[in-house]
């Protein structure tokens, strides 16, 4: 079967996947030959028979030849000569019939192997041609189908049902339902309301829709992973160089081992029986097949990667380099608290803030008005609205003159803003001040949250063998150590310019093989300068994409571990394959020398050999271990549902928080209204949502962690939160008896309100890192 050199893998995936002309009328003619030969045998015409076996031959030696010198030409070992000293050894010793044997192997074995490779590249030929062509355009009350080349940033397009969003842009209009597949590997539709952005390649499972473009073709999301594709392709994997390595000693030793055969055996018919079972297709076939059924693999999980070098790089690395920002965090700041003055409710003050952002820019502004109508508030229309760059806006909002974003020095503040002010301080937030007139009575604080599932991706890396993880950033010392101790990181290098971020790279790199994970332009020099490139391809920019070696199509950085154990498990199987395949044919080589195998026979089995080898490179195509176990669509859905509910629940947080605070500050009926109402929003929407967890989700999840005590911590906390919410209540109706809180329960009641708000957010982030990350 065999003497396949790899650099039939031409330089790009669609011609990778392509099986040239002429293995398949290569195998016709070398079947034809076999069977009328022996056909004119069992005739008794012995002649004849040998004379259509020598021609059999003969049509494969020229092929044969070829492929040697193309080996030669590429700057390789031409192992291919052995296939070639194999067939001419045959007509020598008027073998004909194992000289026919071993042309239908060789033909065989290449037009095996190109249906494995089509086999293996089947998700990467479809992402190839999954690739939009044509768009709609729509100018004024016109559209017009114009090639999607033409399309500039802009334009308004019509995406109808069915049809592949040609380029990057946003929803106009109403809500368009997408199919995300081809870019995430997962099957869930997804619903992008107006002004939400829609990412070329993805396609429209809901009714047409109109999507202003914001790019051209050539500059939008999947152009730029189509690029990537079609420079995949294993040729250049060092896997499949150690493969040749392997090929330059067992050349001279097939070699070395047929001359002896003849010398010792006196026999050339021993030598090409070696030659026969010599030939070194484990070499040639267990490689390529193992690297492009691995790319393969990776593709259908949402990773692209650029080649198998890349591929076999990666299940090699030791040591990773994060950016923080859209790569540990989610990228998007989310509202963490709201501080009122006494006198002032949170509530207020994230309606006065969010209606007098309505009209800003400003991501944050973006952020506080979202949290506000998640929240169920009703914002009112500013007027009067100004916004000056870097300090915020200015407005008039229910006949009040207020202002939304920085203040001054914070000397002279009241006591409950020094306190915001340090509290955003230790948790490395942003805040936003609500003035009225001048005067301050209200903060939000805003911070960029952990991904959900950067704490499992890291645990599965550390236990893949990866020995040092490291954050560069070019955030703040303070906030990113502070990412860094949640996640157990080995190291922090925060403040760096991309300069820095490429020197940390460069150092890193003399110690071992390095990943550089990042998604900001400002990210692309370092991705460009590791070992290894990942662009977290969902969000970010085109010149990560461009630079990197692997993009992440799906906004999940848990894709980057399924990579790695996909790269590892490819190696592993590849090297296998390789190795396994050659102790066969070394074993079978010893049987030849010593007479035991005649050609004919000899050349059936390594037809034999070369089909095991196979089949077993092929296993890289299923799945292997994942960082995530694998959930039925019900459980997500519950997951999904939950995780929504969590985002919702936040308020419950905050006010339980702020009843705290006002007992802390002045203890009067303002503070007993605020501990009322937290005790209200407990009652009403947090306990049932702790109660639905206990009863629907975690015995949904049980039977997928290992059963029912890998839920056992989180139920603890469920009776936790239950109890001290009765103490509360407790409280409550000893201070209605008593017409007011009295001294006594003061400090009883502060430290169940802080308490519960700890006890909440540790719950919460153990639920959402341990549960929620588990669904896509």
């Given at each position: 079967?065999?003497?396949?050199?790899?650099?039939?893998?031409?330089?790009?995936?669609?011609?990778?996947?392509?099986?040239?002309?002429?293995?398949?009328?290569?195998?016709?003619?070398?079947?034809?030959?076999?069977?009328?030969?022996?056909?004119?045998w069992?005739?008794?015409?012995?002649r004849?028979?040998?004379?259509?076996?020598?021609?059999?031959?003969?049509s494969?030696?020229?092929?044969?030849?070829?492929?040697?010198?193309a080996a030669?030409?590429?700057?390789?070992?031409?192992?291919d000569?052995?296939?070639?000293?194999a067939?001419?050894?045959?007509?020598?010793?008027?073998?004909?019939?194992?000289?026919?044997?071993?042309?239908?192997m060789?033909?065989?074995?290449?037009?095996?192997?190109?249906?494995?490779?089509r086999?293996?590249?089947?998700?990467?030929?479809?992402?190839?041609?999954?690739?939009?062509?044509?768009?709609?355009?729509?100018?004024?009350?016109?559209?017009?189908?114009v090639?999607?080349?033409?399309?500039?940033?802009?334009?308004?397009?019509?995406?109808?049902?069915?049809?592949?969003?040609?380029?990057?842009?946003?929803?106009?209009?109403g809500?368009?339902?997408?199919?995300?597949?081809?870019?995430?590997?997962?099957s869930?539709?997804?619903?992008?309301?107006?002004g939400e952005?829609?990412?070329?390649?993805?396609?429209?499972?809901?009714?047409a829709?109109?999507?202003?473009?914001?790019a051209?073709?050539?500059?939008?999301?999947?152009?730029?992973?189509?690029?990537?594709?079609?420079?995949?392709?294993?040729?250049?994997?060092?896997?499949?160089?150690?493969?040749?390595?392997?090929?330059?000693?067992?050349?001279?030793l097939?070699?070395?081992?047929?001359?002896?055969?003849?010398?010792?055996?006196?026999?050339?018919?021993?030598?090409?029986?070696?030659?026969?079972?010599?030939?070194?297709?484990?070499?040639?076939?267990?490689?390529?097949?193992?690297?492009?059924s691995?790319?393969?693999?990776?593709?259908?999980l949402?990773?692209?990667?650029?080649?198998?070098?890349?591929?076999?790089?990666?299940?090699?690395?030791?040591?990773?380099?994060?950016?923080?920002?859209?790569?540990?965090?989610?990228?998007?700041?989310?509202?963490?608290?709201?501080?009122?003055?006494?006198?002032?409710?949170?509530?207020?003050?994230l309606r006065l803030?969010?209606?007098?952002?309505?009209?800003?820019?400003?991501?944050?502004?973006?952020?506080?008005?979202?949290?506000a109508?998640?929240?169920?508030?009703?914002?009112?229309?500013?007027?009067?609205?100004?916004?000056?760059?870097?300090?915020?806006?200015t407005?008039?909002?229910?006949?009040?003159?207020?202002?939304?974003?920085?203040?001054?020095?914070?000397?002279?503040?009241?006591?409950?803003?020094?306190?915001?002010?340090?509290?955003?301080?230790?948790?490395?937030?942003?805040?936003?001040?609500?003035t009225?007139?001048?005067?301050?009575?209200g903060?939000?604080?805003?911070?960029?949250?952990?991904?959900?599932?950067?704490?499992?991706?890291?645990?599965?890396?550390?236990?893949?063998?990866?020995?040092?993880?490291?954050m560069?950033?070019?955030?703040?010392?303070?906030?990113?150590?502070?990412v860094?101790?949640?996640?157990?990181?080995?190291?922090?290098?925060?403040?760096?310019?991309?300069?820095?971020?490429?020197?940390?790279?460069?150092?890193?790199?003399?110690?071992?093989v390095?990943?550089?994970?990042?998604?900001?332009?400002?990210?692309a020099?370092?991705?460009?300068?590791?070992?290894?490139?990942?662009?977290?391809?969902?969000?970010?920019?085109?010149?990560?994409?461009?630079?990197?070696?692997?993009?992440?199509?799906?906004?999940?950085?848990?894709?980057?571990?399924?990579?790695?154990?996909?790269?590892?498990?490819?190696?592993?199987?590849?090297?296998?394959?390789?190795?396994?395949?050659?102790?066969?044919?070394?074993?079978?080589?010893?049987?030849?020398?010593?007479?035991?195998?005649?050609?004919?026979?000899?050349?059936?089995?390594?037809e034999?050999i070369?089909v095991?080898?196979?089949?077993?490179?092929?296993?890289?195509?299923?799945?292997?271990?994942?960082?995530?176990?694998?959930?039925?669509?019900?459980?997500?859905?519950?997951?999904?549902?939950?995780?929504?509910?969590?985002?919702?629940?936040?308020?419950?947080?905050?006010s339980?928080?702020?009843?705290?605070?006002?007992?802390?500050?002045?203890?009067?009926?303002?503070?007993?209204?605020?501990?009322e109402?937290?005790?209200?929003?407990?009652?009403?929407?947090?306990?049932?949502?702790?109660?639905?967890?206990?009863?629907?989700?975690?015995?949904?999840?049980?039977?997928?962690?290992?059963?029912?005590?890998?839920?056992?911590?989180?139920?603890?906390?469920?009776?936790e939160?239950?109890?001290?919410?009765?103490?509360?209540?407790?409280?409550?109706?000893m201070?209605?008896?008593?017409?007011?809180?009295?001294?006594?329960?003061?400090?009883?009641?502060?430290?169940?309100?802080y308490?519960?708000?700890?006890?909440?957010?540790?719950?919460?982030?153990?639920?959402?890192?341990?549960?929620?990350s588990?669904?896509?």
């Open positions: 079967m065999g003497h396949r050199t790899f650099t039939t893998l031409p330089r790009g995936v669609s011609a990778a996947i392509v099986s040239p002309r002429l293995e398949p009328v290569l195998l016709i003619v070398t079947a034809v030959a076999l069977t009328a030969g022996g056909s004119a069992l005739l008794g015409a012995g004849l028979a040998d004379l259509i076996w020598a021609l059999g031959t003969l494969a030696v020229v092929p044969a030849v070829g492929w040697v010198i030669l030409r590429s700057g390789r070992a031409g192992v000569l052995i296939a070639v000293l067939l001419a050894g045959t007509l020598t010793v008027h073998e004909y019939l194992a000289g026919a044997l071993i042309a239908l060789l033909a065989t074995g290449r037009t095996l192997e190109a249906a494995a490779r086999r293996a590249s089947h998700d990467l030929r479809a992402l190839l041609e999954h690739a939009p062509r044509s768009a709609r355009r729509r100018t004024g009350a016109v559209v017009v189908t090639p999607s080349a033409e399309v500039t940033a802009g334009d308004l397009l019509v995406v109808g049902p069915g049809e592949v969003v040609p380029v990057d842009g946003r929803v106009e209009g809500t368009a339902v997408l199919d995300e597949s081809v870019l995430t590997g997962e869930l539709q997804v619903e992008r309301p107006h952005p829609v990412r070329s390649g993805v396609i429209n499972a809901g009714g829709f109109e999507l202003r473009a914001t051209g073709e050539q500059d939008s999301t999947y152009a730029g992973i189509v690029r990537l594709a079609q420079r995949a392709g294993a040729e250049s994997a060092p896997v499949v160089r150690l493969a040749d390595r392997y090929a330059a000693w067992f050349l001279p097939s070699l070395t081992m047929a001359g002896l055969a003849w010398l010792v055996g006196g026999s050339a018919v021993r030598a090409v029986a070696v030659l026969v079972v010599a030939t070194p297709c484990p070499l040639l076939l267990a490689t390529p097949v193992a690297v492009v691995g790319l393969s693999r990776a593709s259908r949402g990773v692209v990667i650029r080649d198998g070098g890349a591929l076999e790089n990666l299940g090699r690395a030791r040591t990773l380099l994060m950016d923080k920002t859209g790569t540990l965090t989610g990228g998007r700041p989310r509202v963490l608290d709201v501080i009122a003055a006494p006198d002032v409710t949170p509530e207020e003050v803030a969010a209606s007098l952002d309505q009209f800003s820019p400003h991501i944050l502004a973006k952020t506080i008005v979202d949290t109508r998640d929240r169920g508030l009703c914002l009112s229309v500013p007027s009067d609205v100004t916004e000056q760059a870097g300090r915020g806006a407005g008039t909002v229910d006949g009040h003159r207020l202002s939304i974003g920085r203040i001054g020095s914070p000397q002279g503040l009241p006591g409950w803003a020094r306190a915001a002010d340090n509290r955003a301080l230790l948790d490395g937030a942003a805040v936003a001040w609500l009225t007139d001048g005067n301050p009575v903060a939000v604080l805003l911070r960029d949250p952990l991904r959900h599932d950067a704490p499992r991706t890291l645990r599965y890396l550390r236990a893949a063998g990866f020995e040092r993880l490291l560069i950033t070019g955030d703040r010392a303070a906030p990113a150590r502070e860094a101790a949640v996640l157990g990181l080995d190291g922090v290098h925060a403040e760096l310019s991309p300069a820095g971020k490429v020197a940390a790279v460069r150092a890193e790199r003399e110690r071992a390095t990943v550089a994970v990042g998604d900001g332009v400002n990210d020099p370092a991705l460009a300068a590791a070992d290894i490139g990942v662009a977290m391809g969902a969000r970010g920019s085109t010149a990560t994409s461009e630079v990197a070696d692997i993009i992440l199509t799906t906004d999940r950085v848990d894709r980057l571990a399924d990579a790695v154990a996909i790269a590892q498990r490819t190696r592993r199987i590849a090297v296998q394959s390789a190795l396994g395949g050659m102790l066969m044919s070394l074993a079978a080589m010893t049987v030849a020398a010593a007479g035991l195998l005649p050609p004919a026979a000899g050349a059936l089995l390594q034999g070369d095991c080898v196979i089949l077993n490179a092929l296993r890289a195509l299923r799945s292997g271990p994942s960082a995530r176990p694998p959930l039925t669509p019900a459980v997500a859905s519950l997951i999904h549902r939950f995780a929504v509910e969590h985002d919702a629940l936040q308020e419950v947080l905050a339980v928080r702020d009843a705290a605070d006002r007992l802390s500050g002045t203890p009067g009926p303002r503070a007993l209204d605020a501990v109402q937290a005790y209200r929003l407990l009652t009403e929407r947090l306990l049932p949502h702790e109660q639905a967890e206990e009863h629907e989700l975690y015995p949904a999840l049980a039977p997928v962690l290992g059963g029912p005590e890998a839920t056992a911590t989180m139920s603890r906390a469920h009776t939160i239950e109890r001290l919410s009765r103490r509360i209540a407790n409280h409550l109706r201070a209605h008896a008593e017409g007011g809180l009295s001294a006594g329960q003061l400090e009883d009641l502060r430290s169940c309100l308490g519960l708000n700890a006890v909440l957010r540790l719950h919460f982030a153990q639920e959402e890192e341990s549960y929620f588990l669904a896509p």
